[in-house]
């Protein structure tokens, strides 16, 4: 999974509670990216980062907020989860991103599913 | 919850046959198309990439066609084995941004 890993990597919680995803990288890539996925729908950009503290929204980004403090992290935090959230959620990291975007490299998921 | 692969377009092929899986693209701007491959239970992984100013590049058993004129890429895999098994996407660049196929599930069967 190319240097990424993402925690936990199954979560079960309840409307109404906050909910934060951890993406972690060791391939110091500038660029860093959550994804949801669900049945019926491609991958669907939530959020990305261009660098750290510099984040930009993606498609479905109603209902979560990031944080990137440092080069290899990248947090997805679901402020008050509620049921349409319940979904698989990949990190991705790439070298180059903009209009140079190139490859984007996939963590393991985390399987979230809210109650 | 429910598979990612519900749902989807279903090729089924015999071991050693070779499989071509097909997508449609559809911004006659995007430069930029890749393949990823996608286990059950695991995230995207990269298979092979082609811009738009190449038709053709080949890879390790793989090989991934560009039709710019009708917007259409696709992917061959030679002697396709059960290890192949799973869900494939293509991607295309839009300008800054990827935007993602919903893919098509490949079954080898022994």
């Known amino acids: 999974d190319a240097g990424i890993t993402q925690s936990p990597r199954h979560k079960v919680t309840e409307t109404g509670t906050p909910v934060t995803l951890r993406c972690h990288q060791t391939e110091n890539h500038r660029y860093m990216y959550w994804y949801r996925q669900d049945p019926g729908h491609g991958l669907r950009l939530i959020h990305y980062?261009?660098?750290?503290?510099?984040?930009d929204k993606g498609e479905v980004s109603d209902g979560y907020s990031v944080s990137r403090s440092k080069t290899e992290d990248f947090l997805l935090t679901l402020e008050s989860a509620t049921s349409s959230q319940t979904s698989v959620y990949f990190c991705?990291?790439?070298?180059?991103?903009?209009?140079?975007?190139?490859?984007?490299?996939f963590g393991p998921g985390t399987r979230l599913t809210v109650l | 919850g429910e598979s990612v692969g519900l749902h989807l377009p279903t090729l089924s092929v015999q071991e050693g046959d070779n499989s071509i899986i097909n997508c449609a693209y559809s911004n006659s701007a995007s430069d930029y198309f890749i393949w990823y491959k996608q286990e059950s239970g695991k995230g995207p992984q990269f298979i092979i990439d082609i811009r738009s100013n190449m038709d053709k590049r080949q890879g390790q058993r793989v090989t991934v066609l560009l039709n710019k004129t009708v917007k259409h890429l696709s992917l061959q895999i030679a002697a396709t084995q059960p290890g192949d098994s799973a869900v494939y996407f293509c991607a295309e660049k839009e300008y800054s941004t990827l935007t993602f196929g919903k893919g098509t599930m490949l079954l080898v069967s022994p």
């Open positions: 991705a990291i790439s070298a180059r991103g903009g209009i140079r975007t190139d490859t984007q490299y």
């Open positions: 980062s261009y660098g750290v503290k510099d984040t």
